[in-house]
């Protein structure tokens, strides 16, 4: 299977921007599904974006859409998640997920692969 490192976290201002990255090593990234969580302290993981094999099937929370843009590029083994616009409420870590099916998933528990995590702290 893949395994998965985030890069890209940092501390932004209210409005501004980052984008994050997931390189993934192993076999067969092209075959996974490749997704965005995030966790704040106190509270559960939550989906924020999520990206099928074939790229052409996207999902977003509500709380990010129009803001966040999840792509992949499968000659890199890489993932990104570009984040505009960013709020305080964003403030959380970030992980990068990978599950082996055609499909996203809202639901942390059916996600099979998690990187570290990377630290977004966005300031009012």
């Known amino acids: 299977q893949v395994q998965l490192v985030e890069s890209g976290g940092g501390l932004v201002q209210a409005g501004g921007s980052l984008t994050l990255s997931c390189a993934a090593s192993g076999r067969a990234f092209s075959s996974y599904t490749m997704g965005w969580f995030r966790q704040a302290p106190g509270k559960e993981r939550e989906f924020v974006a999520g990206i099928s094999w074939s790229t052409d099937n996207t999902h977003y929370a509500d709380s990010v859409k129009g803001r966040f843009t999840i792509s992949r590029d499968n000659a890199k083994n890489t993932v990104y998640l570009l984040m505009n616009s960013l709020k305080p409420e964003d403030t959380a870590v970030y992980y990068c997920?990978?599950?082996?099916?055609?499909?996203?998933?809202?639901?942390?528990?059916?996600?099979?692969?998690w990187g570290q995590g990377t630290q977004v702290t966005v300031s009012s």
């Open positions: 997920a990978a599950r082996p099916f055609n499909s996203v998933s809202l639901s942390y528990k059916s996600w099979d692969v």
